[in-house]
Structures are given as structure tokens and as C-alpha cells.
């Protein structure tokens, strides 16, 4: 027999030591905001697999929806930061920004929406079958709840998905949008807050059935007559899209009628049906205009009862393979070929690909595809996952000359409750949910032959730990996590309402986010705006730009000295001298002490004495001399990126201007504004060639109010002699003189409208990103 009371004593030592364990684990997770946990590193794995771990930070503020969730994966964040909530009312986008005039230290959010259509979608033929003659008939279509919902119509987003970047006018993505009700239409924001319908795709290929006659795909007429109801289950499922997603961005040549090719650039959107047919369109870039949309091609996957859709496209030197992967409700998931024509090094596969065949009720969703670079072999290879079930199907896809090899498995005991939502980083992080509130992080380790996982839970911070979650996304650069939940239970009961929240994590620390910044191999801050958030708020906290990241900036604009570490300084000093600003400290609710006498003087003297101690401390800490340090900073690095456009753009102008050819840029402004530095030798050879080319012949500008000549006297505006006032294109340098013009998206300068007139490199110039902060212009 077991003394009792040992083991008693027993258990209650060993709770006691677990619950130290996890106390000290969770003080480690939480103090100071960004602890780092260190891990040994085993000899065995690759170099790729840091050594340091990220603990997530949650992000204020915590965005509250108007309206609860709707759809099956309701979280998609974009390529240029904008993160798309399907909800039951409107699609509500959050685009981050990371702003330079706000010393805030939350996220800060530019939040739009776009409404649910209040006009509901349906086929024409459905009114014929509310009142049919035929009993049975009428009565079957009736129990169909799909065709005919119980308590009428569903209304809400079903699901959404953003382009590549660079899709729209003015260089952002494109939103496809998929409402309850079936239809699909594609939205761009050609303004900073609004939104707008270009096409509605749903009406569009409604209207293309009609014009063939619903015949199948093999231009087969159907033998039935509409009011047959298999064949309106027919037409119904061939016109109800399930998903829709995106492509790459494809470049084609096309002929001109001159007998010379030029390189245009294209992407397609593919939409799912029920019956399990694939919809191709084709959008030219830049698209702007709705009508423009083509069809491209329609393909017959074969597949019943589909669930999902995602790309999957392999590029290895200049050759380049795409399909389309294909889930069933049924479990088989499978790679459809499609096939581009004018697409130079593009082939296509031959048969169709089938990953997993087995057909066990095990609905695969929220499937993703991603691109890697195999760490070993040093090749091109890609990681599809998918979540079925309490089970995440994984399948790697390599191709070598003897042709295309499948490693494909499942990952199973990660949740007793069914996978809800899966985001998967650019580099092949994988993080799932289930409803239970845990998340895991699943980080691939390549093999000579195949690929494991390492599995992680993450520790969710204080205020978020048995919540339940009902989908999550990873932003761009891994930088933060978002997720959508609603409130705990209380006193182990649901509550009656249910609160839907939008929460941010941090999944790295500044430092990595900085590190990452300073090897970037697109060298565009823009793209890289949720590292960039990392690192100013950082640098906001702490009143300081971090030595090291300070440090090693400098050495290597001494090594390359390019313009992207330039701007990366710019951005460090201006978040600086937010931090250093100081608070408003008149209060201008109180009155004068004029009007109120000495009574209120002395009522507040000491109140007054507080107040000059505080302005007293906060002044040692952030002296005036400090502060005029870094703004002469920021005017030096300033003055360096608008020197080094100036000569870029006086290099166009030399390639592309005749003698005899009026041009709009300010070329001798430009030109006498670059000589003021005598030791800039480039720019004193190239002056000397436009001078010579050019012929002494200037094109100065004029006031369009009072044709007085604009002198070049600042890049920033323009003013003549009667005090008129222009400000002048941050791209071109010519005063902007109409009543609309473009600016970037942190509102850091202007730039001037391409006008139809312009030769086609103006308009080119006209077309870029802000020269100071890599935004787009809006």
C-alpha cells in the first residue's frame, strides 16, 4: 500500500515547480515589452534556421469590427500593406502606414470599407421556379437551400483577394471581392479613402454564357430546356464562383503596327466554379479601365464539390511553369495545367498533378503555395500546405531532369479541433489556429530527400489567451500577425454578444526588423513599411536611434552609397525628431493670469511649480541643440536625395531630348542648382553635355496667371515676381500648375499629372514613386 500523505506532498512539489516553470516563462514572454528567448542551436540544422527566437509583442490599438465575420477565411493581407476583413455588412481594408508626422507609438491605420451591394445577385431563371406548375419540381427547388436559402438571401463578404503589386494606375494592388450572394466584382482605390468598382466579372461572364447559349466547355448546346431544374442546377453551379485568386505578374511581347515589339505586362485572375470549371481573365497593367478586362480561357478541372483554389507557380532562369491547385470538399487536391501563349520561356505541364487522391470527407481549405529556394540542393522548389481537418497536408514540389518529384504528408496532433485559418510567410513559415484560441508556428528544415517541421506554440500576450480565434494573417514581411477574435467566456458562459476584434502581434524584434532593412534585396522601403514600423517604434520608445543599426548605416553608405540608405536615414532621423518633440505644455482652457489676479496666482503656484520642473527634466532630456542636430541632419540627407534625382532626371532628359524639342522639365534650374556644389564632378560632366547638346537654348517656365517667367530658385515651389505661388513636382521639378495634382501617400511631396501631350518618358517619370520615401503617389 502507497503512503498516502508521500504522495500528497509529492504532487504538491511537483505543481508547485510547473507552475514556477510557466511563471517564469510568461515573465520572460512579457517583460519589457520584447524579451528574446535563446535557444541552443543544434550543429546538425542548416545556417538558415536562426538561432534567436522572436517573442510576439500585441500592438495597440486592437481595431473593433461594426459588423461580425463572415466567410470561411476572413483575413488577407496585401503585398502593400492593407489588410482586407470580410465581415457581414462591408469588406473592411486597414492599410498601415507608417507615419512620419505622428509621434504616436500605435499602429496607425488608414480604414476604409466597401459596402455590401444592397441589390442582391440572382439568376433569371430562378423566379420561374418560385411559382412553377409542377409540384414536385417546385418543391425540390425549394429544399435546395444552396439555390434557395432558407430565410432568404445571405448577405456578406465571402471572400477577398488582393493582386500583386504594381497593378492599379497609381502602382498598389487590385481587390477582388466575393459577396454571399455570388457576385464577384474588382475594386482599386485611385484616391487615398475611396474605393471604386472597375468590373463587375459575375454580370460579365453572365452575359458571355448567354451570348453561346450555356454550352458546356466542349461547345456542346445543353439538350434540356431551361425549366428543367437539373439543367438550372447545370447553369447554377457554372455561374456560382467558390474562389478567386490572383497570378503573377506575366510579361508578353506584342506587335505594333510598325513591325516592333514592345513588352507588356499582364495578370489573370482565376475563378473557381461549383461545377469545378476554371475562369481565366486577363487584366493588362497598369489596369484602369473596367472594360479592358478579357477572357482568356476556361478549363474543365474535373473536380466535385471544389472548396478551394491557389497558384502554383515554378520559375527556374528564364523558363517559367504555372497551374492552378485545386481542393474538393471530397478531399482530392490536385494541379491543373494552364497553358500562356506569348509568354517568353513558359511551358506547361502535361497532365494534371494529383497530389493527394483520396477521397475521405476531409474538405482540404485554406490552401497556400509558396516559393523557396532549397537550402541544400540550391535549386527552385515550392511548399504547398493545406489545412483538412485537425491535420495540415504538406506537399513539396521539386523538378529535376528526370523530371517532377511529389514529397507530400501530413502533419497530425497539432489540434483536437479543426484548423480554422493557416497564413504562410514569403519565406515558408507556416502559422495555423483553431478555435480554441492556440496558435502554432511550423518552421520547414529542408533534408536531402524530404522536409520536416519544427513545431512551436506561440505564447499569446496578456489579453489574448483563451479567446477564440476565428482567422489570422501574416503581413508581407513577417513583421506582424493579425488576428480576429471575440471575448473570453465569463464565468464559463458565452456571452450573449459577441464583440469581433482585430489584434496585432509583433513577431519580430526592432533589431531583426532593422537588420533586415539594411539587406534588402528590393531596396524599396515601401514594400518594407511593416519592418519599418518595427524599427520607428523602436525608435519612438526609446527617444533614440539604436548605435548599432546607426553604426552599421553608415559604413555601408560609405561602401555602396545608394539612394535606398539615404532614405532609410532620412526615415530614422525624422522618427527621431518626433520623439524628441516636446508636449504641449500651455494649457489654453486655463485663463490668463491678468484676468484672475493673484488669488488664482497663488492658488496656483505650486501646481505652476510642478509644471516648469516637468518642462525643466523634459529639457535636459531632450536639449534644443539636440533637436536643431538632427533637423540640420534631416535637411543634409534631404538636400543629398533631391541632388541625386536631379541628376537622374537630367540624364533623361539628355537620352530623350532633340534641340529642336520643347520640353517641360526646368533643365537650366536644375542645372545651376547642381552647380552650386563645386566638387560634384559628375554632375559638372554631364551639364557639360546637355549644355552642348541643347545649344544654349532655354525653355524657362511661366506663371499661367500673369506669364511672368518661374525662376528655379527652390525645389519645393515656385514664385514669380508678382507673388504668385506654385509648388513644384517632387519627380520632374516643373511647378504644378493645375488644380489636381498627385501626392505621395505619407504626404511628403507632390508630383504633377501625366498630361496627353507628354512624350512617353515624361509620362514614364511621371509614373514613379516618391523620390524621398518610396511611397506611391495617390
Known amino acids: 500500500m502507497y503512503d498516502e500523505a508521500r504522495i500528497k506532498t509529492s504532487l504538491q512539489a511537483s505543481t508547485q515547480d510547473t507552475c514556477k516553470r510557466l511563471r517564469c516563462h510568461l515573465e520572460a514572454a512579457h517583460s519589457g515589452g520584447g524579451a528574446r528567448v535563446r535557444l541552443m542551436k543544434n550543429p546538425h540544422t542548416p545556417d538558415s534556421v536562426a538561432s534567436t527566437r522572436d517573442v510576439p509583442v500585441k500592438r495597440d490599438p486592437a481595431v473593433p469590427l461594426l459588423s461580425p465575420l463572415s466567410g470561411t477565411q476572413s483575413l488577407v493581407w496585401s503585398q502593400d500593406h492593407r489588410l482586407a476583413v470580410c465581415t457581414a455588412s462591408s469588406l473592411a481594408v486597414m492599410e498601415l502606414v507608417c507615419d512620419i508626422h505622428s509621434r504616436k507609438q500605435e499602429l496607425i491605420f488608414n480604414r476604409t470599407s466597401i459596402p455590401v451591394p444592397l441589390k442582391t445577385y440572382e439568376m433569371k431563371a430562378m423566379k420561374h421556379f418560385t411559382a412553377h406548375s409542377d409540384l414536385p419540381t417546385k418543391q425540390e427547388f425549394q429544399l435546395d437551400r444552396v439555390m434557395n436559402p432558407l430565410g432568404g438571401v445571405h448577405k456578406g463578404i465571402k471572400y477577398a483577394s488582393w493582386s500583386p503589386l504594381g497593378c492599379d494606375s ?25 474605393w471604386s468598382t472597375l468590373v463587375d466579372l459575375s454580370a460579365k461572364y453572365g452575359e458571355m454564357l448567354q451570348e453561346r447559349g450555356y454550352a458546356q466547355l466542349d461547345a456542346k448546346p445543353p439538350e434540356k430546356n431551361l425549366l428543367d431544374f437539373e439543367e438550372l442546377q447545370w447553369r447554377y453551379q457554372m455561374q456560382t464562383p467558390v474562389r478567386m485568386e490572383w497570378s503573377g505578374v506575366y510579361t508578353l511581347k506584342q506587335v505594333q503596327p510598325d513591325n516592333s515589339c514592345v513588352h507588356v505586362k499582364m495578370v489573370l485572375l482565376a475563378v473557381l466554379m461549383e461545377n469545378g470549371d476554371l475562369v481565366l481573365w486577363k487584366f493588362a497593367l497598369p489596369f484602369e479601365n473596367g472594360a479592358d478586362v478579357v477572357f482568356y480561357d476556361a478549363i474543365a478541372s474535373g473536380v466535385s464539390s471544389p472548396s478551394d483554389l491557389a497558384w502554383w507557380e515554378y520559375e527556374h532562369a528564364d523558363r517559367r511553369m504555372s497551374g492552378l491547385i485545386v481542393g474538393s470538399e471530397l478531399g482530392p487536391v490536385t494541379i491543373m495545367p494552364v497553358s500562356l501563349a506569348g509568354v517568353k520561356g513558359y511551358f506547361t505541364l502535361r497532365h494534371p498533378v494529383i497530389l493527394w487522391k483520396e477521397c475521405d470527407r476531409m474538405a482540404a481549405e485554406n490552401i497556400k503555395c509558396v516559393p523557396l529556394v532549397h537550402p541544400l540542393h540550391k535549386t527552385r522548389c515550392s511548399l504547398i500546405v493545406a489545412s483538412r481537418g485537425c491535420y495540415v497536408l504538406w506537399c513539396l ?15 497530425a496532433g497539432l489540434y483536437s479541433l479543426p484548423v480554422v485559418s493557416l497564413a504562410v510567410s514569403r519565406h515558408g513559415v507556416v502559422y495555423t489556429c483553431s478555435t480554441d484560441g492556440w496558435i502554432k508556428k511550423l518552421t520547414p528544415k529542408f533534408t536531402e530527400r524530404t522536409l520536416t517541421f519544427q513545431q512551436e506554440e506561440m505564447l499569446c500576450p496578456e489579453g489574448l489567451t483563451n479567446r477564440r480565434l476565428y482567422g489570422i494573417a501574416v503581413s508581407h514581411n513577417e513583421a506582424y500577425l493579425a488576428l480576429v477574435s471575440t471575448q473570453r467566456l465569463v464565468d464559463s458562459f458565452h456571452p450573449i454578444l459577441s464583440n469581433y476584434h482585430v489584434h496585432f502581434l509583433a513577431l519580430k524584434l526592432p533589431e531583426t526588423a532593422a537588420g533586415l532593412l539594411l539587406k534588402s534585396p528590393t531596396e524599396n522601403l515601401y514594400k518594407e513599411a511593416d519592418l519599418l514600423d518595427l524599427v520607428r517604434w523602436n525608435v519612438l520608445k ?14 555601408k553608405i560609405r561602401e555602396v552609397d545608394s539612394p535606398y540608405l539615404w532614405r532609410l536615414k532620412l526615415f530614422l532621423l525624422r522618427f527621431l525628431h518626433q520623439s524628441l518633440q516636446t508636449p504641449q505644455t500651455v494649457r489654453h482652457w486655463k485663463p490668463s493670469q491678468e484676468v484672475c489676479g493673484a488669488l488664482m496666482q497663488d492658488q496656483d503656484g505650486e501646481e505652476d511649480k510642478d ?7 523634459i529639457g535636459e532630456a531632450n536639449p534644443d541643440e539636440q533637436v536643431e542636430q538632427v533637423r540640420a541632419g534631416m535637411r543634409l540627407v534631404e538636400s543629398h536625395l533631391v541632388r541625386e534625382n536631379m541628376k537622374k532626371l537630367l540624364g533623361e532628359v539628355y537620352l530623350n531630348t532633340h534641340i529642336t524639342q520643347k520640353t517641360c522639365i526646368p533643365t537650366s534650374g536644375l542645372a545651376e542648382h547642381l552647380l552650386k556644389v563645386s566638387d560634384d564632378k559628375n554632375a559638372e560632366v554631364l551639364i557639360g553635355h546637355i549644355k552642348k547638346k541643347m545649344n544654349k537654348q532655354t525653355f524657362p517656365e511661366c506663371c499661367s496667371l500673369c506669364q511672368e517667367v518661374l525662376p528655379f530658385t527652390d525645389h519645393k515651389q515656385a514664385v514669380c515676381q508678382n507673388g504668385h505661388m506654385w509648388l513644384r513636382c517632387v519627380l520632374s521639378y516643373q511647378a504644378c500648375q493645375s488644380l489636381t495634382f498627385r501626392r505621395c501617400l505619407l504626404q511628403d511631396s507632390i508630383s504633377g499629372i501625366p498630361q496627353y501631350e507628354d512624350p512617353p518618358w515624361i509620362k514614364k517619370i511621371l509614373q514613379t514613386s516618391c523620390s524621398l520615401c518610396d511611397s506611391p503617389m495617390i
Do not use: F, M, W, Y
Open 397 to 411: 514540389l521539386t523538378i529535376s531532369p528526370a523530371g517532377l518529384n511529389v514529397n507530400i504528408s501530413h502533419l
Open 170 to 194: 497609381s502602382g498598389r494592388c487590385l481587390l477582388a471581392c466575393l459577396t454571399l450572394d455570388h457576385r464577384l466584382t474588382v475594386h482599386h482605390s485611385h484616391q487615398r479613402l475611396g
Open 542 to 555: 526609446n527617444k533614440s536611434i539604436p548605435r548599432a543599426l546607426q553604426q552599421e548605416l553608415e559604413q
Open 611 to 617: 509644471l516648469a520642473g516637468e518642462c525643466h527634466a
